[in-house]
Structure formats: C-alpha cells, structure tokens
C-alpha cells in the first residue's frame, strides 16, 4: 500500500533534537532527517518534502540561508519552512520571517505546538494545492469551450485581463480582482451544449436559433452546478450574468441595473470590446475609435455607466493588453 502520509524533512545538527522531533511526528507523518544545511538541500531536491522543519543555528551553512536557497528556486519556493531554534529574541524570529519562514518555534520545544503548527501549515498547504487543481479544471473547461466557437484562444486571455483591470478601477481587492481573472474564461461554457449547426453557422442566425443560442447561460451554470469552490461559484456567476444588459434587455433573466452582479456587468464590457476590435471569420475587427464610440452609446442602455468611465480611463492599460496577446 502507498504511504500517503504528509512528508516532512527535518533538519538539525544535533541528533538529540532529531530524536526528540522524531518521536513527536513520527505516528503521523514520513520523517526525513539531515544534519547540515547542505544535506537538507540536496534531501529537498531528491524527496520534494510537504514541510521542513529547520534548525537555525548549524556549521556551515545557517537555516537562514537554506530557506533562502529553497525561496530562491521555483521548484522549492512554496514548500513551507517551520524554524526550530533555541535563539528566542524577537529580532531573531523576526529574521525567520524575512527570508521566508511561515513559522518560528523556539527550543526546548512542546511536542503539542510543534504537532499543532506542523498540522496547520499542510492544512493550508492542501488548500492551497485544491485552489491550484480547482483552477486547472476551470481553464480546462475554458479551453474546452473555444472548440465550439469562432473565438480564439487568445480572446478568452485578453478579456479576462481586461476584467481584472476594470474589477481593480472599480475597487476590488487584488485577490478579489484574480478571482475574477481566473473565472472569466468561463463565461462560455455553455456554448459546449449548442449544436454545431447554430455555432458554427458562417451566416446570421434564424430567430429559431438564435433562442437557442440564448440558452448558453443557463447550460454554462448547469455544467458548473453546485460547489463549495467560491472560485467555481463565481465561474457560474459570470456565466450566467454576462448577458445581461444594465436597462434589463438582456438574456436569460432580464436583470436590470444593479440587480446584475458586479462581476456579470464587468464581463459583459470586456468580453463585448475585445470581441468588436477582433477580426473573425464573419467580420472584420472595428477600430479601438469605433468600439469606443459604440460602447459610449450604449452607456446605459447594455452597460454599466460607471464601469464605461472606469473603462475610459484604463483604456492606456487595456490597450496594452490587447497587444500582448495578440491573435495569431
């Protein structure tokens, strides 16, 4: 059977404090031990262990330096380093933290800190490596969907940057503001559940279907359901909203004004400006003076006044964005 136990490498140059330790994590945990800062590394590279618990003060090479080696490389970086250390002053712990530590404890240790801090730092090391699976499931989605549109890959990057940079105009917090990133290539998710015929029609659409098309929204929140994920939750959020119009004409609820949410209203302008200075199969891209021309007439009407201004005073950022992800 496969030992799936959380990995720890602990380090110290004094072998009655790896005993100590040993006996304190031994029940729960796979132990790795190595007596110099070198050997740590080279263990790191060879193990790639969940946590490393280090001693400070060694011959050689200081903890100090270990953790900044490991924060120095990008294989290493997010293993997170717990200190172990008889030196207590505050400008000491203080050092910890600078060169990347998560945690201090500070010798003789407490079998019941050490087990409460090892335990609180993977828990949150495993949060953070569920965000990191739950995202690549939401891109991959993304990618899914580009393969029932005319749209380009390039096109779900661009608008979802421009997103960012609107959620951050309007005063989301930075996190807020990656969330929404991350989301926003969702938004069509739900054309996977159109058929070809309709998507892929070189010509305009029939009413017939066109009614159909309408339907994307709600297929893209049946396809993201229910979860726990606040990320996925907003994913649906967005698929759902980015139809919307500010004066209720839009589909599939016929919200209006406020009644949209935030992150709907944000999508809806980015999506439509990058899609009208986008060239495709059916049209030639429009001019960033048309677009905006465009956009201020609908001011009201499809979007969000205050996001349109927002929108007009980072259009300098926008606009490099646009031309960094470039179509091929």
Known sequence: MIDSRPKILIVDDEPANLRVLNQTLNDKYRLTFAKSGKEALRLVDSEQPDLVLLDVMMPEMTGYQVCETLKSQALTRAIPVIFVSALSDSTDETKGFSVGAVDYITKPISPAVVKARVQTHLSL?????????????????????????????MHVMRMSHFSKVIALAYGFTEADADNLLHAAPMHDIGKIGIPDSIMLKPGKLTDEEFSIMKKHPEIGAEILGESDSDLIELAKLVAMTHH????????????KGNNIPIEGRIV?????????????????????????????????????????????????????????????
Do not use: C
């Open 125 to 153: 090391v495993d949060a953070e490596e569920l965000r990191r699976t739950r995202l690549q499931v939401i891109q991959r989605l993304g990618r899914a969907s580009e393969y029932k549109d005319n749209e380009t890959g």
């Open 244 to 255: 919307e119009k500010w004066d209720g004409s839009g589909y599939p609820k016929q919200l």
């Open 268 to 328: 809806a302008l980015a999506d439509v400006f990058d899609a009208l200075t986008s060239k495709r199969p059916y049209k030639e891209a429009w001019s960033i003076e048309k677009t905006m021309g465009f956009i201020q007439e609908q001011k009201g009407l499809h979007f969000d006044p205050e996001l349109v201004d927002l929108f007009q005073q980072q259009l300098p950022a926008i606009l490099e964005i646009k031309a960094r992800w470039q179509d091929d």
